[in-house]
């Protein structure tokens, strides 16, 4: 029997941002919106959604071999899986999220301590409590099965919610009083899996190519042609993620400059190597980055 790597990819909100990042990195998976196991087209996946808040539990069960699920319910399911890689992206963006503790505006709340016999709205129960237990703050911390920011101020009296802009929560008239974590996108596997030579390659394969195109994201490439004697000069504008490679032109006068740097800088430093002379100068996109 073929060897065969039991892959977990979160149905709901990072579905569509899993997909997409998969296919960056050189994997096409299907999903028809009617089957829970898509099709990938690499004989050696077997892919199965699976919502993020169970991930962690079907990977620590052995149903999975390895999954893509937020830190959050890592932390939340209590249950000692590995991380194999950090993933930054969510379904909006490409940054951290957070779980904040939020109130009605009006409301006179400004610190958790405040909220002391108060109830809390969550779908992060375990990690709430753990947070207010901390403070030293005696709250109830019920579970709630979505539309959390709704709930204050009648259903309860404040709530722990995850964000990416706080958009959602401004537009339900609540203020952010304090941050209860951070979370990010894990590839995790159970410490069975991992010891596993096969599957140990087969998840690193994933984890390298994931990662590069994640951090393809935010870097372009640059391209550009110098005289031999403004190098130094156009060198030194250069912010590169390694050495630049400078490679010989026919003309021996010229050589050519190939970079990467990232793309929130190019438009600083386009013009900057023009002015350094450089000439032919072009950007251009990557699809992966691995280091």
């Not at 309860?156 to 609540?174: F, P, Q, R, Y």
């Not at 599957?199 to 391209?223: E, F």
Request: with cysteine; charged share 25%; aromatic share 6%.
């Amino acid at each position: 029997m073929a060897n065969k790597l039991r892959l977990g990819i979160p149905k709901g909100s990072l579905q569509d941002a899993t997909i997409a990042l998969f296919k960056r990195a050189g994997w096409n998976i299907y999903a028809d919106g009617r089957s829970y196991f898509p099709s990938i087209d690499d004989s050696e996946i077997e892919c199965m959604l699976i919502r993020a808040q169970e991930m962690a539990r079907y990977v620590d069960h052995g149903v999975l071999d390895a999954g893509l699920t937020g830190i959050d319910w890592v932390v939340e399911s209590g249950l000692d899986v590995e991380s194999v890689t950090t993933l930054t992206y969510a379904k909006q963006s490409r940054r951290k999220v957070r779980w904040v503790l939020a109130v009605p505006e009006s409301s006179g709340y400004e610190k958790a301590e405040d909220l002391e016999g108060r109830i809390i709205a969550t779908e992060l129960v375990e990690t709430s409590k753990r947070y207010f237990a901390a403070k030293g703050v005696n709250v109830k911390v019920e579970f709630s099965w979505g539309a959390t920011e709704v709930k204050p101020p009648m259903l309860a009296d404040a709530i722990v919610e995850v964000t990416e802009t706080g958009s959602s929560l401004k537009a339900n008239h609540l203020k952010i009083i304090d941050t209860v974590m951070e979370s990010e996108t894990h590839l995790i596997a159970s410490q069975a899996v991992l010891a596993d030579e096969w599957k140990r390659q087969k998840i690193d394969q994933i984890a390298t190519m994931l990662r590069g195109a994640i951090d393809a994201q935010s870097q372009v490439g640059l391209m550009l042609n110098v005289k031999r004697a403004n190098l130094e000069a156009v060198l030194a504008v250069l912010p590169a993620l390694n050495s630049p490679t400078v490679s010989e032109l026919r003309d021996s006068e010229w050589v050519a400059v190939n970079t990467i740097v990232e793309e929130r800088v190019a438009r600083d430093v386009i013009p900057r190597l023009k002015a350094a002379g450089g000439a032919g100068i072009v950007e251009y996109p990557l699809n992966k980055v691995v280091l």
